[in-house]
DNA sequence: AGTCTGACCGCAAGCGCTTCCACGCGGACC
DNA sequence: GGTCCGCGTGGAAGCGCTTGCGGTCAGACT
């Protein structure tokens, strides 16, 4: 911003520089090539039924022939119709979890007719990050919803949004109070752990990402536990290890488990991600996975495939597609109170890391 | 708000109800409370040096109490300074590479001080969405710059957003007329198949994506072709399998390739997921992946730490950070023939999937 | 003491568009 | 043959903000 109140040209000149060339046709332009009024024209663009359709063609030429744009800004702050704008926000984008549901989204938000909408991508590492997205949204920008992945949003954030009258609907993250979908962590756990156990497994071991914003409160490992519980095993804290995500943090982990006195036999990881790592270490240990150390995941990411992992699948895909039709039915009117949150199933796919214990 | 007693009143519920509750204030809501004009709030909140500090602090007040936030489209439509929108246009999401890219584009956009960047996400999976794209990104909404990662941009495309105005740099993709940044493929694929051919293998396959899409002109696979040719074993088209790009199109090209009559001692594929599949194939068919068949790939993808894959690394992450520095740069003015394009470096990484042939 | 200089502030003019209203006009009607 | 009607159009009023310009004071000068 220039503040100097002799530099009007100045700024001007920098602006044409920075926005590029612009085309700098106005509506008004339009509408003298056409031989019409500016409001003729902006009917003929707009669809309006109450414009002649020679006249409508004329215009529609001139605006082609002069390379012509509205200007957004001026056409919704007049009050015109325009496409809604949804905030996008997740922690990560290299992790194959939010890419692979940020597609769903993308799929829910635009399928059918409609006129479609704008994403605007926030990428929210840390606990910092996301404060600053929530006090910082309201400041600048504008969007018409939010959807958060995979964090929970806290009651004054939530309501931050809500007096801003920004939707708000959260995926692949907890349950929340309003519009959301997820999948139950806590039960995929158990059908996980709850395998090991029908298979025999007494020692299984937990491989948890020990970074607390994942997957908020960590059901998964409350999943773990309460499997145990009722299966008779009685706990071991040996057997629980917190390592960084990723597959470097579960073959670390991994070691760290072989290294015990009474190593288990089965080990369940709350990330596939995780549990392709301990799968390394296990193979270079000499062990045979599936025979003399089962291993199950979480997610059936696209690793578990490659790894023949048993795991538990989750609809990835589809709780973004979901999420984006949520999104649709609030920016169409529906109340938050019309938009019932889903739970999508998860399910156990067997492959080869799992067997009876040896 | 004045409400005029007939017809306005039908549109502004209407918006109302579109938007949500959506605070109401205004500039002028906030100068009436603070006791001063809308100029000198205006001023106040845009931290203009020509308001008294007390002034400032009642006007900042004022607005705080309010919860007003500008609107953005006033804002811009009356000159005022605002965030530059970038478009970020991708074919895929659930790939690594793509959103490991992402994130340092990410970076390099918001890095520094600045006023930051808005990202408008546009997810363009097939050849007529990315055409949908280009045609209508000047229709209604408007960006500054955008950055198109992993595929190329023809020359009837970039005219038709410079006409506009709108910078644009490449990103992972093939090397451009425009600011890009990129790795070269072709010596990539070279050193993955030089690796081999110095540990004395002269069957080496070659598993490439189908998909045409995939990094443009196949370059790998040109790579691997040339680097062939200079080593001496003369091409044999059995040797070369495409298969559909992930996993299981790995996995089941390596099937192919196993059952011909002189299988390959050693396999490049054309990306490190493909190369898992092939993995799997081999492990399965009780094969020693490094002893007697040889696996390398391209990327460094996690799933190559995890699967103790050789591979030719690439900076994603860099790459993404390079072009939000260029998008940066050529945002603050800077004429795109001042930005030049860069060839990030790619080096080999030995790991356990390669070793001489049997 | 009179003038001058700034520091602060209000006025008003738009930014480019949409929409309400009024208006002219030709045909359908009695 | 004169109304009435409705279609197609232009005029004008903003949408909410920014900013050049000019006015009003308080001190700081001479």
Do not use: C, K
């Not at 040209?9 to 085309?23: F, I, Q, T």
């Not at 902006?42 to 022939?65: D, I, K, M």
């Not at 939010?98 to 704008?118: I, K, M, Q, S, T």
């Not at 309501?159 to 907890?174: M, T």
């Amino acid at each position: 911003m220039v503040h100097d109140p002799r530099a009007p040209a100045a700024r001007r000149v920098v602006d044409e520089e920075a926005r590029g060339a612009g085309s700098g046709a106005s509506l008004d332009d339009v509408a003298r090539l056409a031989g019409v009024s500016a409001s003729t024209a902006s009917r003929a663009l707009n669809n309006h039924p109450q414009v002649a359709a020679a006249t409508r063609e004329r215009v529609l030429t001139a605006a082609a022939g002069l390379d012509y744009v509205v200007s957004p800004e001026a056409s919704r702050l007049a009050g015109g119709t325009s496409r809604a704008r949804v905030a996008v926000v997740v922690p990560h984008l290299s992790r194959w979890f939010f890419g692979r549901l940020l597609e769903g989204l993308e799929a829910g938000l635009h399928e059918g007719a409609g006129p479609g909408v704008d994403v605007l991508l926030f990428l929210v590492g840390d606990v910092a990050g996301r404060r600053a997205f929530f006090e910082q949204l309201p400041a600048r920008r504008r969007v018409d919803a939010a959807v958060v992945v995979g964090f929970e949003v806290d009651e004054a954030e939530r309501a931050r949004l809500e007096l801003l009258g920004v939707h708000i609907v959260s995926a692949g993250g907890p349950r929340e109070p309003f519009p959301s979908v997820t999948v139950d962590d806590h039960r995929a756990a158990r059908q996980a752990v709850d395998h090991l156990v029908h298979l025999g497994h007494r020692r299984i071991a937990l491989l948890a990402s020990e970074d607390p914003a994942d997957r908020g409160p960590d059901l998964r490992s409350t999943g773990y536990r309460d499997a145990l519980a009722d299966a008779g095993p009685e706990p071991d804290d040996d057997l629980v290890v917190r390592v960084p995500f990723g597959g470097p943090g579960g073959a670390e982990g991994m070691g760290r488990l072989l290294g015990l006195r009474r190593p288990p036999t089965a080990v369940f990881a709350t990330a596939d991600e995780i549990a392709g790592g301990a799968v390394r270490t296990l193979r270079r240990a000499g062990l045979r996975v599936g025979a003399d150390v089962s291993v199950v995941g979480i997610d059936d990411h696209p690793v578990a495939e490659v790894l023949d992992l048993t795991t538990v699948a989750q609809p990835v895909h589809e709780q973004g597609l979901v999420a984006g039709r949520m999104v649709r039915a609030l920016l169409a009117g529906d109340a938050p109170g019309a938009v019932t949150s889903r739970i999508l199933p998860t399910h156990l796919i067997l492959r080869g890391t799992t067997g009876p214990p040896p």
